[in-house]
DNA sequence: TAAAGACGTGAATATACGTTCATGAATATC
DNA sequence: GATATTCATGAACGTATATTCACGTCTTTA
């Protein structure tokens, strides 16, 4: 019997699928334009996968385990919040530079792709959002970080920042956007750095307003 | 002969348009729901645009339009810098609340939507950041802002902050996002108001140091 | 009041795309 | 080497939808 198609095919199928999804969305994508990137016929994609919306939640799945995978790695040890947080970024670029298709496909269900697609994105950031608000609270208790807000909207607030920052770098839109406020050649490097300084200063208060003013409101101007 | 199409039918089609673009983009929209939900037949959309992506460029054109009205109305006074985003973000605020199809819309076109509509939605983020930078690079130079970063990347910090705040406010997936950092019943009045305080250390370094290094790197930690 | 002109209508057309299935090639088994 | 089995193939089918156009209706004009 023929053999089945061997899993670096199918590793392929679903990198083309990807890809194709990433640059339009669902909709825009089509089987057969699938098939034909992957060196394939139609006729297999229908082998593997019921139709378009079970192969569509397989990339998605494949695209969200990478993520995942990565955010997994970048664990907080023992160690300075921003020390944490720039790793974090470090490995992210590096990811959304192998992988640019995958942030782009994680921007396309930000806005279609509906509920089941949803839910999947959803349980990543679930679990980015408890990973970073866990580790805002920890710097808090340790005097490092402001504790004048609440750190669930500090941890959203960070994550914000950082998802910008990939899209900055992956999708079409935001690139040339990026651009624009930057200049042409932007070195994303540096625009990492500056994020951290940004970062730096936003979880602190003036030193002397630590741990002084639990509720500061609004206090006098900038 | 028949009367033409009144203004308020015509703005009611572009309204219609809008709504079912930003839900699903583009292709998930077709012309004859468009037609149904506007009331009208599609003959009409198509003795009014040429085709479907005339007619999405229109839809788009009136929503740009109508987010640039407010951001200029928001023009910076004399004023904090703080102060004006506050008000800016106010004003963003209503406008959303008033209108989040057109927050969606702008959300879809920074993954979809082909190089005219990209163009046009350029001009805005133009026009925003040139002002955004302008604004901060005054401040700078009034002494309100840190010096040791250039005016053109916190302007760009900022403007994905407030981005990501409206996509919050009106975008289905970035609301149950939100309530994953920030818990079901989102006030949206106060993740706003901590944003301010997040921006206001943001914009700024410890008292001690403002004007002192203007090429600050990476000094000591949080 | 009648004829002409302007305009909206929605069934009909063409096309693109998701999905299926009859076919044939490759492999395994004897 | 013959047969059975597994699997990929891609033309064919049905459906959805962008687009058109012959028609009907309303308004103007004389």
Known sequence: MRKKLTEEKQLEILEA??????????????????????????????????????????????????????????????????????????????????????????????????????????????????LYTEVIAKAQAAGEVRRDMDPRLLAFFFDNLLMMLQFSCSCGYYRSRLALYWGGAAEEEQVAEELLKFLESAFTLERNQIDHRPKAGGRGNV
Do not use: W
């Not at 089509?30 to 098939?35: F, Y």
């Not at 992957?38 to 990339?59: H, M, P, Q, T």
């Not at 509906?114 to 959002?129: F, S």
């Open 17 to 130: 699928g990807i890809a194709a999804f990433a640059e339009g969305g669902f909709h825009a994508a089509s089987m057969a334009e699938i098939a034909r990137r992957a060196g394939i016929s139609v006729g297999v994609l229908y082998k593997y996968y019921a139709n378009k919306e079970d192969f569509f939640r397989a990339c998605l799945r494949h695209s969200l385990a990478a993520l995942e995978r990565v955010l997994g790695e970048v664990t907080a040890r023992e160690e300075k919040l921003l020390t944490y947080a720039a790793r974090l970024l470090k490995e992210l670029r590096d990811f959304s530079r192998e992988h640019p298709s995958h942030i782009r496909l994680y921007h396309q269900i930000t806005n279609a792709g509906g509920a089941a697609a949803r839910r999947l994105a959803e349980e990543v950031e679930g679990a980015a959002a408890r």
